[in-house]
């Protein structure tokens, strides 16, 4: 029988574990092998198998895309010519933040709380609000991906994951941003100019600011989803992300997404 260990980010119990169990659920065989952050994970995984007792037949890497790689313009998952596979959504998040699974969640609460979000459109129409609010924000995040070299700056100028900026305006936003670049240019051989900047940036404007964007809930692949959650439960006073979170681990059906099912084919093949 052989042996694959799926290597990935975070601990025992976090998303990324939580959800890949769900993925691989009915092979015995496959070990789910958490290694925290993503930086030097292909040394990790290579140090591991070569010295450690995880030693497999196949070994991967599932991770979250961040802004590290383009949105494929297909559902599938972006492989890095190595051992890593990108998930197609932007974050692990992304994955449990579901209009359908969100309104169930309400309708369970034992409390009778749901908001007054009665129906599925309901939660439709809210987070389309809240994915409105971010749009400049995450459109200058995509943009910080695209132009940042060897992760010489950040995509925010904030500090810790899923805290959000106090203002939330374009130009505050475009403002904070390029003193990242500048910041960064001092120090490289790198040309980005403000036009640069500003090209890259309405590419991103534009796909953000389409009706279709939010009315296929496309922001939901492309937003940061500790961005999209804090902003969410801003507008839900005493609302419990982590509760939430927990009953759309045990809900979550990894058929729904057609980069999941290929992370499942892709190690179902190694299996033969």
């Not at 006073?237 to 892709?266: G, M, Q, W």
Request: hydrophobic residues 35%.
């Amino acid at each position: 029988m052989k042996i694959i260990n799926l290597y990935c980010e975070g601990k025992r119990g976090s998303h990324d574990f939580d959800i890949l169990e769900k993925v691989i659920e009915g092979h015995l065989n496959i070990t789910i092998k958490p290694i925290g952050g993503k930086y030097g994970a292909n040394a990790i995984m290579e140090y591991q198998e070569k010295n450690g007792n995880a030693r497999s037949d196949f070994y991967l890497l599932f991770r979250d895309r961040d802004f590290d790689a383009p949105v494929p313009t297909v559902e599938q998952l972006h492989f890095d010519n190595k051992k890593a596979y990108y998930s197609y959504r932007t974050t692990i998040e992304n994955y449990l933040l579901d209009v359908n699974t969100f309104f169930d969640f309400l309708q369970e609460q034992s409390n009778n709380n749901n908001y007054g979000l009665n129906t599925e459109e309901a939660v439709k129409a809210l987070f389309i609000k809240v994915a409105k609010e971010l749009k400049y924000y995450q459109a200058v995040r995509h943009t910080l991906g695209a132009l940042r070299f060897a992760n010489s700056f950040d995509t925010t100028w904030v500090v810790g994951s899923g805290t959000l900026p106090n203002a939330l305006d374009l130009d505050t936003c475009k403002t904070n941003a390029w003193r990242l670049i500048e910041k960064a240019l001092h120090k490289s051989q790198q040309k980005w100019t403000e036009e640069t900047f500003e090209t890259t940036l309405q590419e991103f404007l534009t796909l953000f600011e389409a009706e279709s964007f939010f009315d296929e809930l496309k922001f939901l692949v492309y937003y940061q989803g500790k961005d999209f959650a804090k902003a969410l439960i801003k507008e839900l006073p005493n609302f419990s992300i982590e509760n939430y979170y927990k009953y759309a681990k045990e809900h979550f059906d990894y058929t729904k997404y057609a980069d999941l099912v290929e992370l499942r084919t892709i190690i179902e093949k190694h299996l033969v």
